[in-house]
């Protein structure tokens, strides 16, 4: 199976190292557009911004033009915001090779279209064979590079490709487990982005723990609402396992999107924020999903918790 990555942030650079220790004798190629990323890779093999005394050996192949190769990849990896999503692959769409696979690893709502990956693909694609997967980490990069104990929910809709997936992937430390519903993977990575802005909100008033619980478990019922507004009336299922733990990490840990808000929190405006996170080379999914969402949801009935964090950003 031959594999490209397009994005070499936290995450691209994070499953790359996975792909190089699960199968040290196989070429993976990867495609970076930011100049400094690209440079300290082929340089030294290491990323300017992120993960400190870690490296990426030389099976991981940054290339310049994939146009050549794409023809051949067999699994192409998104791991780039959802903004940059239909551009790439609008760019590479007639040189693709029947039923090739997308593996997502973005959790974000494009908003520009309000639309999830999964439905930018069948748009930008409509006339063509591919498979899609989506992969929900419910951790923090620097954890898949420093080799802790982790897991993660895939799914995809060719069972067989998914489980050749899953054993590139997976290793004694990295455990995957195959899932049968897109929309607890696809919307839930993108709806607890909110929910950790709102933990970093209610953490501001001074609000307990307990009080705190109280409202994010209240969001649960607006996530549902919210899926049905984007996914025909269907209902999302809570018991997948990515469900408690990226809660845990994203909401009550130094996550970006409670950074986001700490920002805001200490007096600085929305533009001053989103300057500062760019300058750490950060982005806080939460903010763009919000947005997202709000749109769908504005016209609408109910929704309060979400309606009151919008108007205490934007």
Not at 66 to 72: A, F, N, T, V
Not at 189 to 218: F, P, T
Request: with cysteine; charged share 20%; glycine share 4%.
């Amino acid at each position: 199976m031959k594999v490209l990555t397009l994005g070499l942030w936290a995450f691209g650079f994070a499953i790359n190292k996975v792909l190089w220790e699960n199968n040290p004798e196989k070429i993976f190629y990867s495609f970076e557009l930011n100049e400094e990323i690209k440079e300290s890779v082929k340089n030294n093999r290491t990323h300017p911004y992120f993960f400190t005394g870690y490296f990426l050996p030389n099976n991981i192949e940054l290339i310049d033009n994939y146009d050549d190769i794409i023809s051949e990849i067999d699994l192409i990896i998104l791991a780039m915001p959802a903004q940059f999503v239909s551009w790439a692959v609008t760019s590479l769409q007639h040189k693709l090779k029947k039923w090739v696979t997308f593996l997502n690893l973005a959790k974000w709502i494009d908003i520009k279209q309000n639309k999830t990956i999964s439905q930018l693909l069948s748009e930008s694609l409509e006339w063509k064979d591919y498979n899609y997967a989506v992969l929900s980490w419910w951790m923090i990069a620097s954890e898949v590079v420093e080799w802790k104990p982790l897991w993660a929910d895939l799914w995809i809709n060719n069972t067989a490709i998914g489980k050749n997936v899953q054993l590139m992937l997976q290793n004694n430390n990295l455990q995957i487990k195959l899932q049968k519903d897109i929309l607890n993977i696809e919307m839930y990575g993108s709806l607890k982005n909110i929910m950790a802005i709102l933990a970093g909100y209610y953490e501001a008033k001074w609000l307990g723990k307990s009080s705190i619980g109280y409202y994010l478990v209240n969001f649960y019922d607006e996530m549902k609402g919210i899926v049905k507004l984007y996914w025909w009336n269907k209902e999302i299922d809570f018991s997948y396992y990515s469900l408690g733990w990226d809660i845990v990490a994203t909401c009550f840990w130094d996550s970006r999107n409670k950074y986001f808000w700490n920002l805001l929190w200490s007096g600085k405006n929305i533009t001053e924020v989103l300057d500062i996170l760019k300058s750490e080379n950060k982005h806080a999914e939460g903010y763009e999903t919000l947005k997202a969402v709000y749109n769908k949801i504005e016209d609408k009935e109910g929704f309060p918790i979400v309606k009151e964090l919008y108007n205490k950003i934007v």
